[in-house]
């Protein structure tokens, strides 16, 4: 069974910092492109950043640029989201997901974003909740 489990929430003064980690069970993330996505109470479900199954290429969304690093360790099987000086509006439900675009060549970022935008990304995890606040 294809499983993501994210952990690393909490509760943070803005300011602060966190890392969340992504781990999968059950397959390999190494030709996965795995994408975090959040969801903020009252918002819709935006994508914040990607990672391509080399990890090679990394995407990021507008409104996180310089305060979020993704990065990946396959021996690990895990994905890490690594949010800095973190604001009130940064408070929501994080959530991980993989996609495999079944190409000897990997997938890349575009290649989930393009399943994100289809709803064909079916690897998802539970979710971590952070919240910014003092």
């Known amino acids: 069974q294809l499983q993501l489990v994210e952990s690393g929430g909490g509760l943070v003064q803005p300011g602060g910092s966190l890392r969340l980690s992504c781990a999968a069970s059950?397959?390999?993330?190494?030709?996965?492109?795995i994408g975090w996505f959040r969801h903020a109470p009252g918002k819709e479900r935006e994508g914040v950043t990607c990672?391509?199954?080399?990890?090679?290429?990394?995407d990021y969304a507008d409104s996180v640029k310089g305060g979020i690093t993704i990065s990946r360790d396959n021996a690990k099987n895990t994905v890490y989201l690594q949010i800095d000086s973190l604001k009130p509006e940064d408070t929501a439900a994080y959530y991980c997901?993989?996609?495999?675009?079944?190409?000897?060549?990997?997938?890349?970022?575009?290649?989930?974003?393009?399943?994100?935008?289809?709803?064909?990304?079916?690897?998802w995890g539970q979710g971590t909740l952070v919240t910014v606040s003092s």
């Open positions: 997901a993989a996609f495999d675009s079944g190409s000897y060549l990997g997938t890349s970022c575009s290649d989930l974003i393009v399943a994100w935008k289809r709803s064909d990304l079916e690897v």
């Open positions: 059950g397959f390999s993330l190494h030709y996965y492109a």
């Open positions: 990672i391509s199954s080399s990890g090679d290429n990394t």
